[in-house]
């Protein structure tokens, strides 16, 4: 184990889009347990869209950040943290994290599943995408869906979680061609477009002619416009997100007819999926099987090397992902 630390550290408040140098990467001794804690060596970073809306104050300027973070324990001062365990975290953006075992979730022994996933379809992620479509959705076999940022990592695990549960017509809205065609040919989406290529509105009623039943929405603004728009009666809204303002503050907020949502008896229901963790193993055992029969496969796109943490941050908030973004230790072995 290496004997220096590395903690990455918010120095400055963005305007719009945050940039390298909004960080810093400060160095200090790898930090030593005491009596009822342990040392994770941190393996696996999430990088997420909420740290962004935290930069704006949430974040403590020049003190470490917090974030969710796979690791393994090197040192215990804690018979509840055995060295060796795999353990999940939120200490995050650091090599070395000190951790009490009521701030700390051993991982569960999933042979066959890969380490990574449990920051992507079966971490916060995943989760976030499976109280949607269950407990907000109350998703219904053959219902037609529209997903937007559909290729981030929420809106991958919604397109397959929903192909699982038997949705009808899936589509998704994206940001490129190559992701386009990735939602196309492997995630199980029958229909997707690029929100660039034009209005939302216009793509989605080509996409989707009849309408839909479901919107799970990671973005807002015009996206949401328009699927309040194309909602059938008894329509559904899961509000999940809303990465298309994280970055513009000031952007205009969303119109939409109003009448539609009396006149459609319509739902427009938003969650934070931190109040649904006990939901956790019923995700294990819903995704669990599919992952080890090869009928789920977590999308991710993972950077190598923690230093290359803040880059990979600030690519995920301009599109530079495709499901989940995750950093990896470099050399971590797993
Ligand atoms: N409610 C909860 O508890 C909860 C939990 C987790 C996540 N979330 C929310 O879920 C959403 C997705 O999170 P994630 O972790 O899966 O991130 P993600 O979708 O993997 O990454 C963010 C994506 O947002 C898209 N994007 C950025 N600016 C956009 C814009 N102006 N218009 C349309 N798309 C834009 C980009 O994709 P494109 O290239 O496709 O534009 C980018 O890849 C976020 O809004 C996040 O805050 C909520």
């Known amino acids: 184990m290496n004997d220096i630390a590395l903690t990455v550290q918010q120095t400055a408040r963005p305007t719009g889009f945050p940039s390298p140098d909004h960080f810093r990467f400060a160095e200090s001794p790898v930090p030593e347990p005491s009596p009822g804690t342990a040392l994770v060596e941190n393996l696996y970073w999430s990088v997420d869209p909420y740290h962004r809306e935290m930069m704006d104050g949430d974040f403590e300027l020049n003190a470490p950040l917090e974030g969710r973070t796979l690791g393994r324990i090197v040192e215990s001062r804690d018979p509840a943290l055995p060295e060796g365990e795999i353990v999940f975290h939120r200490h995050g953006w650091r090599t070395h994290s000190v951790v009490r075992p009521e701030e700390t979730r051993l991982l569960p022994h999933h042979d066959g599943v ?18 949607g479509l269950t407990r907000i959705a109350r998703l219904r076999e053959g219902d037609d869906l529209f997903v937007s940022a559909a290729a981030g990592g929420v809106g991958t695990a919604t397109g397959r979680f929903a192909r699982l549960m038997g949705a009808g017509l899936l589509v998704g809205s994206a940001g490129s061609a190559a992701k386009v065609a990735h939602l196309k040919e492997h995630v199980g989406y029958d229909e997707a477009f690029d929100h660039h290529e034009g209005p939302v509105a216009e793509q989605l009623a080509k996409a989707a002619p009849d309408g839909i039943d479901v919107f799970v929405d990671n973005v807002g603004g015009d996206h949401l416009g328009a699927a309040i ?23 205009p907020p969303v119109l939409f007819n109003h009448a539609d949502v009396v006149e459609k008896s319509l739902r427009i229901e938003g969650f934070l999926v931190s109040n649904h963790r006990g939901l956790q193993e019923e995700l294990y055992e819903f995704a669990v099987p599919h992952l080890l029969d090869g009928r789920l496969t977590p999308d991710e796109t993972v950077v190598d090397g923690f230093e290359e943490i803040v880059d990979a941050f600030v690519s995920m908030l301009r599109g530079g992902n495709t499901g989940k973004m995750i950093v990896r230790r470099t050399g971590n072995g797993l």
């Open 114 to 131: 890969p380490l990574s996933a449990h920051l992507s379809v079966l971490g916060g992620t995943g989760l976030t995408a499976y109280v």
């Open 229 to 251: 728009g194309a909602l059938r009666e008894h329509g559904r809204v899961v509000r999940i997100g809303t990465v298309g303002q994280y970055n513009t503050r000031d952007a």
